[in-house]
């Protein structure tokens, strides 16, 4: 097989999901308040909710507590892990470049058309 064969990359696709699926979630944690949105799911501090939505537990970014709590449901419950993930994949599909530029362009444009009616 030639490594451009399209047989070739849906095997390693599976390997990879299998892999994925027995390994731990990667852990990032920090207080701050913005938080990557990688698709993986999980733990959020501080980030707007209209990021994450439904894709991540929310807690504050200094609640020792709450980050012990969530982080331990997290990574002791795969069907949460895998909902989360599930949900997040979803919402970092409507992240897109494309998107960003078109709500960009709209946002000038009104402020534009806000100025030229003063």
């Known amino acids: 097989m030639q490594s451009g064969d399209p047989k070739n990359a849906r095997a390693s696709s599976r390997d990879e999901e299998a892999h994925n699926s027995r390994c731990l979630p990667r ?23 209209e990021v994450t939505g439904d894709a991540a537990l929310l807690i504050e970014p200094l609640d020792v507590e709450a980050w012990a709590a969530s982080l331990a449901s997290v990574l002791g419950n795969p069907v949460l892990r895998a909902s989360l993930s599930a949900r997040a994949l979803r919402r970092a599909a409507g992240f897109t470049w494309s998107r960003s530029a078109d709500q960009t362009l709209g946002a000038y444009a009104e402020a534009l058309a806000q100025t030229s009616t003063r």
Do not use: D, I, K, N
């Open 27 to 49: 852990v990032h944690t920090s207080p701050s308040t913005l938080t990557a949105f990688s698709g993986t799911g999980g733990v959020s501090s501080g980030s707007l909710p």
